[in-house]
């Protein structure tokens, strides 16, 4: 059968309000770090990237914060959408030349019309 | 857009079986990579190739696994024999280039090993 898997963490909000997604990295000589969208029986979906030498980057309705000092990540996105609703990883990397991306555990986001 | 694609979307096997999985990363990329993700848990890292090499593998990638680059366009993860925690989502991803640059992720395959 199936394993059990973990019980990802869930924020759910109403449509058009504004979300905030945290996220804990582990390794702090990671400088590299993405979060990705994952709908449901779909592979990782790029949403937006920042390096360590940034502490705040914006895209189209999302911005990504950075605390190196806490090791801390944070998504936020702006007037949430129905299509917003899925799970969102971070993932860290140390860019040493070949990139590996270690993922967190993810939090879906529910998204209520 | 160009993306990254992968066949089959799901592999049923039995234990002990081996099994391919397939991908056709984004053309001009040429850093490549494997991950899986056991049902509701992480996506984790299995592998990264690079000039028909592996760069670097994690501890999961053991002598079971291996991958290939058979032609100009297909990149290819082998399971020698299956094992039922072999069961994941294998997905296959490909950069342009290594550092600070993402990555881009196919459908996934849906391995399930009874």
């Known amino acids: 059968g199936e394993s059990v898997g973990l019980h990802l963490p869930t924020l759910s909000v109403q449509e058009g309000d504004n979300s905030i997604i945290n996220c804990a990295y582990s390794?702090?000589?990671?400088?590299?770090f993405i979060w990705y969208k994952q709908e449901s029986g779909k592979g990782p979906q790029f949403i937006i990237d920042?390096?360590?030498?940034?502490d705040k980057r914006q895209g189209q309705r999302v911005t990504v914060l950075l605390n190196k000092t806490v090791k801390h990540l944070s998504l936020q996105i702006a007037a949430t959408q129905p299509g917003d609703s899925a799970v969102y990883f971070c993932?860290?990397?140390?860019?040493?030349?070949?990139?590996?991306?270690?993922f967190g555990t993810g939090t879906r986001l529910l998204v209520s019309p | 857009e160009p993306e990254v694609t992968q066949t089959p979307s799901h592999q049923v096997t039995q234990m002990g079986q081996e099994v391919i999985l397939r991908c056709v990363p984004i053309?001009?990329?040429?850093?490549f990579y494997w991950y899986r993700q056991i049902l509701g848990q992480k996506v984790e890292f299995l592998v990264s190739?690079?000039?028909?090499?592996?760069?670097?593998k994690s501890e999961i990638f053991d002598d079971q696994f291996s991958v290939e680059r058979p032609d100009g366009s297909n990149f290819t993860l082998k399971i020698r024999s299956t094992k039922l925690e072999d069961s994941a989502m294998y997905f296959c991803?490909?950069?342009?280039?290594?550092?600070?640059?993402?990555?881009?992720f196919g459908p996934g395959t849906r391995l399930t090993v009874l």
């Open positions: 991803a490909s950069s342009e280039i290594a550092d600070y640059n993402e990555q881009f």
């Open positions: 390794n702090s000589a990671s400088d590299y």
């Open positions: 920042i390096r360590s030498n940034m």
């Open positions: 993932a860290e990397a140390m860019n040493t030349g070949f990139q590996k991306l270690v």
């Open positions: 053309s001009n990329h040429l850093y």
């Open positions: 190739f690079y000039n028909n090499e592996i760069s670097e």
